[in-house]
């Protein structure tokens, strides 16, 4: 059964019931056959052994290889083609151009949550491309992520739910156009063809190695959960009218230093992740938090039980805009991990934190919320966003 919403339906209460389970002392036992581990400690010690605790080539490896889905030697020498590149993108001196993009991207657009949803795809694409010293082309690439989005989302549903022949085969088929479709765009711009055999290069002798495989899954990585921050932070704003307003005198200010908007991103990232769990393939038996775990073995490792664990968060379960543990800078660092941490924690963290702040300054400065409804409704696919037809109206400041 591969419908859309039927598919909806199957991972948004995955997500729903790790919500629903978030916040209780020692509530997190199961979710369908894996353990799931909340507590930060047992994270904390899973993401710093990925010997131990490895990335599993799932479906999703239909899309192809990339650092996002390999181990050991060949992810330390996929992982050096791209990281220096998000590293440099990253420096303080960066930060007036990413915040120009998004302020033109956003100035440009029409006034709904979908245009400045749109304006924050291609802003996220354009500070991407630019790392690689690349131009992206905005509508044709945003179509090609849309595309992704979608079959990322059927392959998902299928480590779930076991897929008939023909719906496997079709969505590695569409997965295989998907990457050509890409192909053709990057190879047609002799700057990008020249990058992707930069890309090759560096690559070695790793086994059919597809260079826009590495691109694709990077891109796409680093912009669905910009993105999807950002989508987060609008939402929040449109359900407090006082909050709003008090951020938007702090980023309108004079002062560099915002400590209420930090604050807020944080709570923001802290309550809605947008990668709201991972899994991870135990690689030999071991004992963790008193579990004992057998080689082979998948496990979960729930964000969003980490983020509001009763020990480590008053309130775990209340959004809290001036949330005293951020403000104060006192919170335990294991507790709070929208990108991960250890070896492999997100590879763009940096580009990613700059880009969520300026592009909150820039959506603030430029438009004003309003709610007609407190409800969350999220819509998972690989990250966790607030689901289109979301109740909030935007005006332009
Ligand atoms: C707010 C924005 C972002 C969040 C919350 C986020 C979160 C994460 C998380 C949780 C992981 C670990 C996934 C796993 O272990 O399965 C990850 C990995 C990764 N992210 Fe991000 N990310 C963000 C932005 C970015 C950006 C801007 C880029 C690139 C420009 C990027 C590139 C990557 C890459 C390449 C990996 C794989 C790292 C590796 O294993 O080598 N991310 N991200």
Redesign the pocket.
Known sequence: MDNPSHIEGVLNSLAYSLFARSGLAGAAAEVGNLVVFDHPDAVDRIAKAPALFR?NFSLISALGF???NTNDEE?AT??AI?QDR?LA?AKPAHKQGVSEIFSARLAGCETSLAGIQQALFTG?MD??YR?FGLVAEAPPTAALLDRVRDVLRRLQYFSWVTPTNDERNSAIDDARAIIADFGSQLMADPRAAAEMARFAEKAGDIDGFSPIEEFV??LF???E??V??VLWVIDRLGANQKVQERIHDEVAGAKAETPFTDCFINET?RYF???PF?TREVSNDTILDGRALRAGQLIMLS?VGVHQHPEFWADPRTFDASRKEFIDNSYDRRAF????TGP??????R???L??EQAVRAVVRQFAFARTDDIIRFDYALALRPASGMSVTVSRR
């Open positions: 990335k990339s650092r996002f992810w996929r992982r791209t998000y993108a996220a500070v991407f790392a899954m990077n990585a680093g912009v959960t910009t999807t921050t990232m992740p947008p990668i991972l964000v991990i929208p990108f991960l492999r924690m997100c590879g763009g963290a580009l990613g934190r880009e969520v």
